[in-house]
């Protein structure tokens, strides 16, 4: 059984701190996950972010506002791991309801998170939100499929979003998230979820744009020296008022790296216009110097339509 232990789209989410805002043709971008706006006419989203706020600090969203299931690639039978649900603009949910394929049920806490004892068995079980479609599976091992008592990094993505959250696999990290130490270029990650086999981290918020060092340590035991590029997605659009029939081009600015990258762009508002190419669309950016991708769309009525443009990740370095 799971013994609870305890429990980018452009917004303006009023009670809740901005993390950075950058202007574009009189247009705010924030660092938010990418759902749904509509700022005279564009959104674009940088990647999924999530943000934190202290409960003594912030008002968590209710429970019933849990959309997304994060939860640690793997775990170990009989052993500590955190598991996090967040909310259609990326914020931690406290009191969401999570529950397992095996009968199990945990509730988030006043973080947003979860810590949980794994069930004994090993093998596949999934994990839902309650009251929401869609499950995430998660795989629970034997204990002797992990015996390294050091830090070991497996994988760890080449290229990551600034703004999104990524997966670190190997061995030697503790199951209760706040235990992980992980800085990167000397600031503190933010651990969403976590196993003894697989950590989901976010970005320190000012983090910027270029290869970073990231350095993991757990109970005193200290992982590998390990590096990753980190991009920043930037926007050049019109935002004037779209018409029915007119064609509009997005161009999206790639920060960070002079290699190609994979974008998603999602329409939001099919009504309002048509993404050309396909819904959802992918692109690779064309890399080098002037790292930059392009997409279309084309007018249906008048409104404000709402694109939302996310890095899809890198293939994992393995070490």
């Not at 990647?47 to 793997?74: D, H, N």
């Not at 914020?91 to 529950?99: F, I, P, Q």
């Not at 988030?108 to 869609?134: E, H, K, M």
């Not at 390990?226 to 007119?246: H, N, R």
């Amino acid at each position: 059984m799971l013994h609870s232990s305890r429990s980018f789209l452009f917004s303006r989410l009023s009670g809740f701190r901005r993390i950075t805002r950058l202007d574009y043709n009189h247009l705010m971008l924030l660092r938010r996950p990418p759902y749904q706006c509509a700022l005279r006419g564009f959104c674009l989203a940088t990647a999924f972010l999530l943000l934190f706020f202290s409960a003594s600090a912030q008002k968590l969203p209710s429970s019933s506002a849990g959309r997304t299931l994060v939860l640690p690639r793997t775990i170990i039978s009989g052993d500590r791991a955190t598991l996090a649900v967040l909310d259609a603009s990326g914020r931690l949910t406290s009191g969401a309801v999570v529950n397992f394929s095996n009968g199990d049920r945990l509730t988030t806490d006043a973080t947003g998170r979860a810590s949980f004892v794994a069930p004994l068995n090993p093998g596949v079980i999934q994990g839902s939100i309650a009251g929401r479609a869609g499950r995430t599976p998660i795989t629970i091992l034997a204990p002797s499929e992990t015996t390294a008592h050091s830090i070991h990094v497996d994988s760890i993505p080449q290229i990551a979003s600034i703004t999104d959250r990524f997966e670190i696999t190997g061995q030697g990290f503790c199951g209760d998230a706040d235990a992980n130490q992980i800085t990167i270029s000397g600031g503190a990650a933010f651990v969403l979820a976590s196993s003894r086999t697989s950590l989901v981290v976010l970005p320190p918020a000012d983090l910027q744009p270029g290869r970073a060092s990231v350095d993991i340590s757990c109970a005193k035991r200290y992982g590998p020296p390990l590096e990753v590029v980190f991009v920043a997605l930037g926007l050049e659009a019109d935002s004037s008022p779209l018409a029915p029939g007119v064609h509009r081009q997005l161009t999206v600015h790639v920060r960070g790296t002079r290699d190609k990258v994979t974008l998603e762009a999602r329409n939001l508002a099919p009504d309002i216009a048509e993404l050309t190419g396909g819904n959802p669309l992918q692109s690779s950016s064309s890399g080098g110097w002037e790292n930059v991708a392009h997409f279309e769309i084309v007018g249906r009525k008048r409104g404000s339509f709402q694109i939302s443009i996310r890095m899809l990740p890198s293939t994992p370095r393995p070490h």
